[in-house]
């Protein structure tokens, strides 16, 4: 199994990008999935998820300016980023576990490599 996102990159404060995640061996319509990130010196944070239904739930960080999406058909994870914060700047990493309550606290079977974003002011 590889997870693998794309999408990150170097934004100025107000910006967007968008972050992409695929997977081979792994067919993300059986997983619950996330987003987390994780900065130099901090803790990863979980800051989206998406349950196998499709029902969001995000970080109060982000809420409002950030959306997380799949599109089952290209077996792709998405999160939208809209008007970013220089306090948004870290790695971003995909992850994928078919236990809900173990992804909610930071864990799962499967993450990708990570990609950076770097939001300057």
């Known amino acids: 199994v590889q997870v693998m996102e794309s999408g990150g990159g170097l934004v100025q404060a107000g910006g967007s990008l968008r972050l992409s995640c695929t997977a081979s061996?792994?067919?993300?319509?059986?997983?619950?999935l996330s987003w987390f990130r994780q900065s130099p010196g901090k803790e990863r944070e979980g800051v989206a998820f998406?349950?196998?239904?499709?029902?969001?739930t995000y970080a109060d960080s982000v809420k409002g300016r950030f959306t997380i999406s799949k599109d089952i058909a290209k077996n792709t994870l998405y999160l939208q980023m809209n008007s970013l914060k220089p306090e948004d700047t870290a790695m971003y990493y995909c992850?994928?576990?078919?236990?809900?309550?173990?992804?909610?606290?930071?864990?799962?079977?499967?993450w990708g490599q990570g990609t950076q974003v770097t939001v300057s002011s």
């Open positions: 061996g792994l067919i993300f319509e059986n997983y619950h």
């Open positions: 992850a994928a576990d078919d236990r809900w309550w173990l992804l909610q606290r930071g864990g799962a079977d499967y």
């Open positions: 998406i349950d196998s239904p499709g029902t969001t």
